[in-house]
Nanobody, 115 residues
Framework: QVQLVESGGGLVQAGGSLRLSCAASGSTFNINVMGWYRQAPVKQCELVAYIHNRGSTNYAGSVKGRFTISRDNAKNTIGLQMNSLNPEDTAVYYC?????????WGQGTQVTVSS
C-alpha cells in the first residue's frame, strides 16, 4: 500500500503562483510514475502532469509552459510549481502514484484562482 498526502493548495489571485507537494509513504519502492490530476466543477477530470521515476515528464497542453513538475526520489515526493495561474486553473488537485499493479490517490487539495 502507498499513502499520498498533498499540501500547498489555497487561494491566489490571477497571475500568481502556488506550489503543490505530494509525499508518498508505505510501499514506495515500486512506484514508477507520479503525477497530478485536477477536477473542476462541471468539467472532466484532467491529467495535469506526470513524472517518471527516471525523470521524464509530460504536461497537459493547458498548463505547458506555466506548470513544472518535479520529483525527489530520495524523499518520495513530487512538487507542482504553478505559475501564471488563471481562474480556469481552479480545481481540486489530486496526486497519484502508479506501481506495477495499482494507482494510488491522495485526498486532494483545493486551488482557487480569483480574477
Amino acid at each position: 500500500q502507498v499513502q499520498l498526502v498533498e499540501s500547498g493548495g489555497g487561494l491566489v489571485q490571477a497571475g500568481g503562483s502556488l506550489r503543490l507537494s505530494c509525499a508518498a509513504s508505505g510501499s514506495t519502492f515500486n512506484i514508477n510514475v507520479m503525477g497530478w490530476y485536477r477536477q473542476a466543477p462541471v468539467k472532466q477530470c484532467e491529467l495535469v502532469a506526470y513524472i517518471h521515476n527516471r525523470g521524464s515528464t509530460n504536461y497537459a497542453g493547458s498548463v505547458k509552459g506555466r506548470f513544472t513538475i518535479s520529483r525527489d526520489n530520495a524523499k518520495n515526493t513530487i512538487g507542482l510549481q504553478m505559475n501564471s495561474l488563471n481562474p480556469e486553473d481552479t480545481a481540486v488537485y489530486y496526486c497519484y502514484a502508479d506501481d506495477v499493479s495499482h494507482r494510488y490517490w491522495g485526498q486532494g487539495t483545493q486551488v482557487t484562482v480569483s480574477s
